[in-house]
T-cell receptor, first 115, second 115 residues
Framework: AQTVTQSQPEMSVQEAETVTLSCTYD???????LFWYKQPPSRQMILVIR??????QNATENRFSVNFQKAAKSFSLKISDSQLGDTAMYFC????????????FGKGTKLSVKP | DTGVSQDPRHKITKRGQNVTFRCDPI?????LYWYRQTLGQGPEFLTY????????KSRLLSDRFSAERPKGSFSTLEIQRTEQGDSAMYLC?????????????FGPGTRLTVL
């Protein structure tokens, strides 16, 4: 069975600075997807970034980038130039390729961006 | 293109009552997922549909839970004889299988409180 671990329950960062959220996972699969989702307070979950395991190049989306280390089973999220609107719960998630497609989530990291 | 919608957004019920939630996926999406999220946790997979067929159910989905997706469009999740432990946020997500992406898009959720 796959598991996803987010070891930082809470983090804070000053506006305009950079922060990195950690995620590790355990799987015996070789092909899979990894995701970071953002859940702002009282708002719906939205996709931040995704990574296909077969791609060596780290995914980037504007201020968001990942450090994907397949051998170490690590998938961290870096947020550059943090903005107040980045305040949210961030969930790391795993999905097996070719399966039924259900996501396996970590417990989340609560990020607070301070002015 | 409208996103995933869920109704109602909030439901308060007394223990022992039945409740039903509705999810309308993104129109062309053929996969639909239900997740449950309790306070301080990441979402946990409950069940999923490929078109109208329910293909997988988690062990979390007790006999009191039933889900349908008639005609492969909207879906309903019913909980019979609710218990206080059913209090949670129920999230629906949809995706397009075979479209080159397995990204799931989430609705705003239905928050259930069982008194």
């Amino acid at each position: 069975a796959q598991t996803v671990t987010q070891s930082q329950p809470e983090m804070s960062v000053q506006e305009a600075e950079t922060v990195t959220l950690s995620c590790t996972y355990d799987t015996s699969e070789n092909n899979y997807y990894l995701f970071w989702y953002k859940q702002p307070p009282s708002r719906q979950m939205i996709l931040v970034i995704r990574q296909e395991a077969y791609k060596q190049q780290n995914a980037t989306e504007n201020r968001f980038s990942v450090n994907f280390q397949k051998a170490a089973k690590s998938f961290s999220l870096k947020i550059s130039d943090s903005q107040l609107g980045d305040t949210a719960m961030y969930f790391c998630a795993f999905m097996k390729h070719g399966g039924q497609g259900n996501l396996i989530f970590g417990k989340g990291t609560k990020l607070s961006v301070k002015p | 293109d409208t996103g995933v919608s869920q109704d109602p957004r909030h439901k308060i019920t007394k223990r022992g009552q039945n409740v039903t939630f509705r999810c309308d996926p993104i129109s062309e999406h053929n996969r639909l997922y239900w997740y449950r999220q309790t306070l301080g946790q990441g979402p946990e997979f409950l069940t999923y549909f490929q078109n109208e067929a329910q293909l997988e159910k988690s062990r979390l989905l007790s006999d009191r839970f039933s889900a349908e997706r008639p005609k492969g469009s909207f879906s309903t999740l019913e909980i019979q004889r609710t218990e206080q432990g059913d209090s949670a946020m129920y999230l629906c997500a949809s995706s397009l299988d075979g479209g080159g992406t397995d990204t799931q898009y989430f609705g705003p959720g239905t928050r259930l409180t069982v008194l």
